[in-house]
């Protein structure tokens, strides 16, 4: 089996800044972080890290599995309202390519 991994946001699709909106939500939910992305700017990065550097430049230290599930868990709650947005879409040829 082969796989072909793709950077969504900007390669794929534009999502108008849907992920961070959600994982931001998340981080202030959980943790009282307001606008915890501010400080970690997500380009080029995988979420598992995004949501480390969240935890050390806030807190001081790597999250344990269990807050890395609460976070996913929140975010993934959040994200299909944030990415129904007219900023939100797929790129030309994606549909045809996939």
């Not at 976070?71 to 030309?92: A, D, Q, S, T």
Request: hydrophobic fraction near 40%; aromatic fraction near 14%; glycine fraction near 8%.
């Amino acid at each position: 089996m082969r796989f072909l991994l793709f950077d969504l946001d900007g390669t794929l699709i534009v999502s108008g800044g849907a992920g961070t909106r959600s994982l931001n939500r998340a981080f202030f939910e959980l943790y009282g972080i307001e606008d915890a992305l501010s400080k970690v700017p997500p380009p080029g990065r995988t979420d598992p890290e995004i949501v480390r550097d969240v935890f050390l430049v806030f807190m001081g230290r790597e999250p344990e599995p269990e807050e890395y599930e609460k976070i996913f868990e929140r975010y993934l709650k959040y994200l299909p309202h944030e990415i129904n947005n007219p900023n939100y879409r797929v790129l030309p040829g994606v549909k045809e390519f996939l």
